[in-house]
């Protein structure tokens, strides 16, 4: 079975520093790889997602996640954070054939201070 | 064009209750999942459905019973309510990889 790790669990950014949030799977074949944001009292959105080809991913709001094979990571960026991205993150995956449920890492809490 | 809903939003229950869950999509997804959300757990696949009278265990189906006598609706059942239970519902559907959620259930269990 497919597992994901997130290694931050709180983050405390001010507002124009630099994100990165790791996120590493173990699983020994194909996937499909997600970020999903969760804000203050809401429902689970989709950040990015990868499922085969460039990968470096862009998503909404100036996010990106770059799949490194290797490594089994799928870490999320953004150059330069806002206080409205204060929210949780979650890395999800999926095998790329057959199962289409998620498995989700614990998530990260990030905070950005104006 | 709504998406995912469901009802209610917030429950209380005292310890032996049970209550259903309700869950349903307006997009006309095969696939459709329950998960809890814990507080420094992240999400946990509690069942999920392929389609119509289709379902199967998640990770922890323990206490909860699930039922898809139609592709639009997922109920999610809780028979004998344990404080165990209490967490954050959400629903998901999806028609390929990409899912969709809810807005969430917040049960507690007392």
């Known amino acids: 079975a497919q597992s994901v790790s997130q290694h931050n669990h709180h983050v405390i950014l001010s507002e124009a520093a630099s994100l990165e949030l790791g996120c590493n799977y173990s699983?020994?074949?194909?996937?499909?790889l997600f970020w999903y944001v969760q804000y203050p009292g809401q429902h689970l959105q989709l950040l990015l997602k990868?499922?085969?080809?460039?990968?470096l991913v862009k998503g909404i709001k100036g996010f990106e996640a770059e799949f490194i094979k290797s490594k089994f990571s799928f870490n999320l960026r953004k150059p330069s954070v806002q206080w409205s991205d204060t929210a949780e993150y979650f890395c999800?995956?999926?095998?790329?054939?057959?199962?289409?449920?998620?498995?989700f890492g614990s998530g990260t809490r990030l905070q950005v201070q104006p | 064009n709504a998406g995912v809903t469901q009802t209610p939003k917030f429950r209380i229950l005292k310890i032996g209750q049970s209550m259903t869950l309700q869950c349903t999509q307006d997009?006309?997804?095969?696939?459709m999942y329950w998960y809890r959300q814990d507080p420094g757990m992240g999400l946990k696949l509690i069942y999920y459905?392929?389609?119509?009278?289709?379902?199967d265990k998640g990770e922890v189906p323990n206490g909860y019973n699930v039922s898809r006598s139609t592709t639009e609706d997922f109920p999610l059942r809780l028979e004998l309510a344990a404080p165990s239970q209490t967490s954050v519902y959400f629903c998901?559907?999806?028609?390929?990889?990409?899912?969709?959620f809810g807005p969430g259930t917040r049960l507690t269990v007392t």
């Open positions: 997009m006309n997804h095969n696939y």
């Open positions: 459905s392929v389609g119509a009278g289709i379902t």
């Open positions: 998901a559907s999806s028609g390929n990889y990409e899912q969709y």
């Open positions: 990868y499922f085969s080809g460039d990968p």
């Open positions: 699983y020994g074949g194909t996937v499909n």
């Open positions: 999800a995956v999926t095998p790329g054939t057959g199962r289409r449920a998620l498995t």
